[in-house]
């Protein structure tokens, strides 16, 4: 019953790594309204854990080395890629690119979801 916004990503990356923090400072802005997660596509957990820690984001992760989540919902290979998930779970948009701050990230995100940034 929440919207939730799917931050791709890999922690060699170095895109991603700029982004991370933009999407933890998205969470801090919307609150509750919508749940940020990223996923993290490669099978590397560890070098995943160790690149947010070391960026300072604490956002819920997902482990997906097989890139089964990306494949289920049609992503483009390519990292970062955001998806936009309405509060019913159907995807309201797919967005292969990376975001340089949490401005940005709400400003595409937001209209979707009906949720200022």
């Known amino acids: ?3 939730v916004v799917l931050n791709l990503w890999a922690y060699w990356c ?3 790594a700029e982004e991370l923090p933009a999407m933890a400072e998205y969470q801090r802005r919307v609150g509750a309204g919508v ?4 996923v993290h596509q490669d099978e590397n957990e560890t070098a995943a854990l160790l690149r947010l820690a070391e960026l300072g984001v604490h956002l819920p992760t997902l482990q997906d080395g097989g890139r089964l989540i990306a494949a289920a919902l049609q992503v483009p290979n390519v ?14 948009e797919i ?8 401005d940005e990230i709400a400003a595409a995100v937001g ?3 009906g949720v200022p940034g």
């Open 95 to 102: 967005l292969p690119r990376s975001f340089a701050s949490a």
């Open 14 to 16: 170095a895109p991603c």
């Open 79 to 92: 990292m970062p890629a955001t998806v936009v998930l309405r509060r019913d779970g159907s995807v309201a």
């Open 111 to 113: 209209p979707q979801l």
């Open 35 to 38: 749940t940020v997660v990223t």
């Open 1 to 3: 019953g929440r919207a």
